[in-house]
T-cell receptor, first 112, second 110 residues
Framework: QKEVEQNSGPLSVPEGAIASLNCTYS??????FFWYRQYSGKSPELIMSIYSNGDKEDGRFTAQLNKASQYVSLLIRDSQPSDSATYLCAVKRAGTASKLTFGTGTRLQVTL | DAGITQSPRHKVTETGTPVTLRCHQTENHRYMYWYRQDPGHGLRLIHY???????DKGEVSDGYSVSRSKTEDFLLTLESATSSQTSVYFC?????????FGQGTRLTVV
């Protein structure tokens, strides 16, 4: 079992719809959770961090965390073609000097 | 912009040759990391540093060494490059618990 699992996709959503990206993790010691966006040929860009159970909203993005279910998700509202990218989920244990464990990413395609 | 510069951006090298990749940061961050990214594996930690001359191994450290003689520079060396080390290499820094990445170096070993 991989430590951080994501569906590789592609996840295809029409412009204006809500995109829902999911991630599960196996290490119950994980305490920090991150979503990165990566365009093809570019470096990962941090878009959301979440540390406690519940929802965290930032603009069109909402991160959701459920530690009991070991599940973290990212919702993108009003999806735009510019949101088409690979989204990487990353987790970190407490006190591990920001050493991140990444999933393999979900490719999102927003269609016109 | 986290002030991270990687060099070179692209490199092709022959099997068995040594290769050094450089990561330079301008913000005096304590923690620096080297990751590699491969299809089907995602990003994997190679080595990291928590200060000048303080380094430790990540999950895929075999065949790699690192050095950090100055706060701003973190070097990754492939002692004898192999085709399995063909990859995209990313340097990262940690700031307030969050990691930020450089532009990446695409390394091809032929």
């Amino acid at each position: 079992q991989k430590e951080v699992e994501q569906n590789s996709g592609p996840l295809s959503v029409p412009e204006g719809a809500i995109a829902s990206l999911n991630c599960t993790y196996s290490d119950r010691g994980s305490q920090s959770f991150f979503w990165y966006r990566q365009y093809s040929g570019k470096s990962p860009e941090l878009i959301m961090s979440i540390y406690s159970n519940g929802d965290k909203e930032d603009g069109r993005f909402t991160a959701q965390l459920n530690k009991a279910s070991q599940y973290v998700s990212l919702l993108i509202r009003d999806s735009q073609p510019s949101d088409s990218a690979t989204y990487l989920c990353a987790v970190k244990r407490a006190g591990t000097a920001s050493k991140l464990t990444f999933g393999t990413g979900t490719r999102l395609q927003v269609t016109l | 912009d986290a002030g991270i510069t990687q060099s070179p951006r692209h490199k092709v090298t022959e099997t068995g040759t040594p290769v050094t990749l450089r990561c330079h940061q301008t913000e005096n961050h304590r923690y620096m990391y080297w990751y590699r990214q491969d299809p089907g594996h995602g990003l994997r930690l190679i080595h990291y540093s928590y200060g000048v001359k303080d380094t430790d191994k990540g999950e895929v450290s075999d065949g790699y060494s690192v050095s950090r003689s100055k706060t701003e520079d973190f070097l990754l060396t492939l002692e004898s490059a192999t085709s399995s080390q063909t990859s995209v290499y990313f340097c990262a820094i940690s700031f307030q618990g969050e990691a930020f990445f450089g532009q990446g170096t695409r390394l091809t070993v032929v």
